[in-house]
């Protein structure tokens, strides 16, 4: 009992912190500036005015983009254009400063501090804690890109370097490619794979999560983006530029799950294709998209331990057993040597491959590094939070150590068998069916390589369906606790809210032509903004450890 | 007749609470047992408090409180949640059991169309709990 005034009959049943000397002392009470009423018989508890213009901003784009098809996808694509091309260097620069960053901490005396206290104890074991941070962070990315993103390089590096009449590489092969070259270009298109989904956007998901948690946790303020920002904007943060802040990580948030929810539909869709025959149309991916928005309903209303764990254990599971099939029905021994021989052409090329500036490889910098740094930066407000609610009681070190090494590793290990076994189905075998395929279904022709593709194939689907729920519900539960300024205990209407309007604009940017895409790009530009904000993270929360009993 | 008295609190709508705290002080007064103030309170900060401590500490002032007032033997019992808004049934059930009540004194709102979604705490934690569940409008 570590409070001299309670009681002795008192019992807590909670981890007392110790870290009590530390909270920040703000005059701002949580949930000051909601409004909470009832529409009929739901509540609501909502950030005024967060929660409006994050939801009217979301209609407005909606509209804008069906109203004006032409001119929002050209508006979009200029900045898309602009923000990747203008600023690789900036984003693969940030990158580098996160990985070194992280990777400081975890050596430094700050790693000893526990989020939560110095008595708090993890809320979750390993593997619930591990299946839901993974689920969330970049689940459907490993179906999508596990043997279409190794491939391409190893396609681009074979054709090798090709210059334009202005000098300017016109390939897409990273580095200096391997023209002819068949095994160099498979370690180079590894290495670029591995770059792309290893340490990098695990240290961005780090930053933002380790943000949020220490300064919810520790300091005592509220779980929403804006206060990894008190240290740089003192009481700022309760005015227009923490709403901003909120309005903006929202807004990515949302969009970024409706977009990938209606890219995610296309692939279920294309598999069931492959596999059953269904037609690729609209109405089944419409369909589609109504289902996994109905199971990710039944999800949140089941809340955090009994819907999205669950979800995200089964997904971790079945996920385990189709990389655990892969790799027993390929070319095992070849596999598991090429995981190693990955492992060491990955740190090979990093140096080369993370350099931010002087870069002819403009191509692969521009169109594939900084779209992806651009792409996990706009995500993280939403894996980052989310990571942060499922982490209290872990210290620093265990913390950085289990968000950042272990799921690199194992997407090192998923990209070594996929796209391995891709590639040795392309180099050994002669067999082009999967290189040649759209990327939707790149996957599901690597399987049919392999024995019981009716069955993998199926796993295939579910677990593109399930990882999907599991980044749709986790979303409606952080966007419901940003937009209630950080309450984690509002009305449960409001995560059926979002979750459904999350789904709704999915169905509408799907059945716009050129919909999807164009809001895509957009949300990709936010990553811009957010890497100012990601750097100004890493400054706020050495502060914060700094003033943290150890 | 009863060993402990258990009634759910929640601190930021105790107001709403009256009736329900009445009833329980005047039976732990009656059957001269224990009444402990159970509160479930999340892990990230709340409007009442910033750490579960903090809150666990209202609490612990908040049945002291009601514990002079009524002139019982008051106690107090705080859970921190994962996800109250969906686990709040769960925890208090569990918590009866942690803290040995036997009868749960809990208020609840008058019955409308979203009991027909959401059911009603009081009315899961009476068809739940072990304990007897006496919910008060």
């Known amino acids: ?550 | 007749m009863f060993a402990k008295i258990m009634v759910p609190v929640d601190l930021a709508h105790a107001d709403k609470l009256g009736r329900a705290l009445e009833t329980a002080a005047g039976l732990g007064g009656f059957y001269g047992c224990p009444v402990c103030y159970v509160g479930v309170t999340t892990e990230a900060p709340s409007s009442l408090a910033h750490t579960p401590e903090e809150y666990a500490a209202k609490l612990a002032a908040f049945a002291a409180a009601q514990g002079e007032t009524g002139g019982h033997k008051a106690e107090s019992h705080a859970v921190a949640s994962h996800d109250p808004s969906v686990d709040l049934d769960g925890t208090l059930i569990k918590a009866a059991e942690d803290v040995g009540a036997d009868l749960i004194v809990m208020a609840s709102h008058i019955p409308n169309l979203a009991d027909h979604l959401w059911p009603s705490h009081g009315g899961q934690v009476a068809r739940k709990s072990h304990a007897s569940v006496l919910v008060v409008r």
Request: glycine share 10%.
């Open chain 1, 1 to 550: 009992m570590s409070d001299p005034s309670t009681p002795p009959e008192t019992s807590t049943g909670i981890p007392a912190p110790e870290g009590a000397a530390s909270i920040i002392d703000t005059d701002y009470e949580l949930g000051q500036n909601n409004i909470d009423g009832k529409v009929g018989p739901f509540g609501f508890d909502i950030h005024n005015p967060v929660f409006l213009i994050s939801g009217l901003s979301v209609v407005l784009f909606v509209f804008y983009t069906l109203a004006l098809p032409e001119q929002s996808s050209s508006v979009f694509s200029w900045l898309f254009g602009v923000v990747t091309k203008g600023f690789d260097w900036f984003f693969i620069g940030a990158g580098d400063l996160v990985v070194l960053f992280c990777l400081v901490l975890i050596v430094s005396p700050f790693g000893k501090v526990r989020l939560g206290g110095r008595d708090a104890t993890p809320d979750y074991t390993y593997v619930g804690w591990f299946a839901m941070l993974f689920a969330a962070g970049m689940g459907i990315g490993l179906m999508f890109y596990g043997v279409s993103e190794p491939m391409s390089h190893f396609s681009s590096s074979m054709g090798g370097i090709a210059v334009g009449e202005d000098g300017v590489r016109t390939d897409w092969a990273p580095l200096g490619a391997a023209a002819g070259d068949a095994e160099a270009a498979r370690r180079l298109g590894m290495a670029a794979t591995i770059y792309h989904w290893g340490l990098h956007p695990w240290a961005i998901y780090a930053v933002v999560a380790l943000s949020l948690a220490l300064f919810s946790f520790n300091k005592g303020l509220p779980l929403t983006i804006r206060s990894a920002f008190y240290p740089l904007l003192g009481e700022r943060i309760w005015g227009w530029p923490g709403h901003v802040i909120d309005i903006l990580a929202v807004f990515a948030t949302l969009f970024g799950l409706a977009t990938s929810l209606g890219f995610g539909a296309t692939q279920a869709n294309a598999g069931l294709n492959e596999l059953f025959g269904v037609p690729v149309n609209s109405t089944t991916e419409v369909l589609l998209i109504s289902a996994i928005t109905a199971v990710a309903l039944v999800s949140v209303l089941r809340g955090l331990d009994g819907g999205v764990k669950v979800l995200s254990e089964i997904n971790m599971g079945l996920a385990m057993l189709l990389l655990a099939f892969v790799l027993l029905a390929g070319p095992t021994l070849l596999i598991i040597t090429g995981f190693f021989d990955y492992l060491v052409a990955y740190v090979e090329y990093l140096p080369a491959l993370s350099n931010p500036i002087g870069r002819e490889d403009v191509n692969f910098s521009q169109g594939w590094t900084s779209f992806y740094w651009a792409w996990w930066i706009s995500w993280s407000p939403f894996v980052g939070m989310f990571i942060a609610r499922v982490s209290r009681g872990r210290t620093v070190r265990e913390f950085i150590i289990c968000v950042l090494l272990i799921p690199s590793m194992v997407c090192v290990l998923w990209m070594s068998v996929f796209g391995g076994v891709a590639l040795d189905q392309v180099i050994a075998d002669n067999y082009t069916a999967a290189q040649e395929a759209d990327l939707p279904i790149k996957l599901f022709k690597m399987l049919d390589e392999l024995p019981l593709t009716q069955i993998t194939s199926f796993i295939g689907i579910v677990l593109v369906i399930v990882f999907f729920v599991t980044s749709s519900d986790s979303g409606s539960l952080v966007i419901d606790t940003i937009t209630a300024g950080g309450k984690v205990d509002a009305p449960v209407t409001q995560r059926v809210f979002w979750c459904v309007f999350e789904g709704a604009v999915a169905i509408v940017l799907l059945l716009s032509a050129g919909g999807l895409a164009s809001l895509q790009s957009m949300v990709i530009s936010t990553g811009l903004p957010f890497t100012i904000v990601l750097l100004l993270m890493c400054v706020a929360i050495w502060k914060g450890l700094a003033s943290e009993p150890r």
